[in-house]
């Protein structure tokens, strides 16, 4: 576990959605990376969380390891696009057709950082794993900086596919002054 300090996940945003039953093949059929042996999938209501299993067996079961949690919608699904079929001209049908769907789970990993992934140890590892679902997924996007052995690395992964990504450092809001736009509540003069 020494390589857990020089790991870490400072910014994550993600869009991420993909089919439940894809993402259940997915995770069983994984490899994971170093210090990960599993990952446990449990459901409660619409929520889906996916668990680190610690390779190391000195890791007590009571110690929180990293987790990537989701929200479970329900969306339908058909089979051609109604869109098309109502702007294609059909002057021989009087009635018409009924799409065929099918009600699909989605899980959906939308949020930020603490949203998304959760608990520290295995925290990079876990995110490795997000890294590959993102990879699986034909909607959303997952953007991160992380650092790896002190260096400063940019995700980003859209609609499946990964992307180039830059780190830049900008201004911040805490560097500018803050006294200059606020309001003086001591000296306003409409309260009494």
């Known amino acids: 576990m020494s390589t857990e300090e020089s790991r870490h996940v400072y910014r994550l945003h993600s869009t991420l959605e993909l089919p439940l039953e894809d993402l259940r093949e997915y995770i069983g059929d994984a490899t994971y990376p170093d210090g990960i042996a599993d990952v446990e999938i449990t459901r409660r209501n619409n929520t889906l969380i996916l668990k680190a299993?610690?390779?190391?067996e000195n890791v007590s079961k009571y110690t929180p390891t990293a987790q990537l949690k989701a929200s479970i919608t329900?969306?339908?699904?058909?089979?051609?696009?109604?869109?098309?079929?109502?702007?294609?001209?059909r002057w021989d049908e009087e009635e018409e057709e009924e799409i065929e769907s099918e009600l699909v789970e989605f899980a959906a990993f939308?949020?930020?950082?603490e949203t998304v992934l959760q608990n520290s140890?295995?925290?990079?590892e876990m995110f490795l794993v997000l890294c590959g679902i993102a990879e699986q997924t034909e909607k959303g996007t997952l953007t991160a900086i992380s650092e790896n052995d002190g260096d400063l690395e940019a995700t980003r992964i859209v609609d499946g596919e990964?992307?180039?990504?830059?780190?830049?450092v900008v201004e911040g809001p805490r560097d500018r002054q803050s006294s200059?736009?606020?309001v003086n509540w001591r000296d306003n003069k409409f309260i009494s």
Do not use: I, M, T
């Open 110 to 113: 939308k949020g930020d950082r």
């Open 53 to 56: 299993v610690a390779e190391d």
């Open 162 to 168: 990964a992307r180039p990504a830059d780190v830049e």
């Open 180 to 182: 200059q736009g606020g």
């Open 121 to 124: 140890l295995l925290q990079y």
């Open 74 to 89: 329900e969306n339908r699904v058909y089979e051609e696009d109604p869109d098309e079929r109502r702007s294609s001209f």
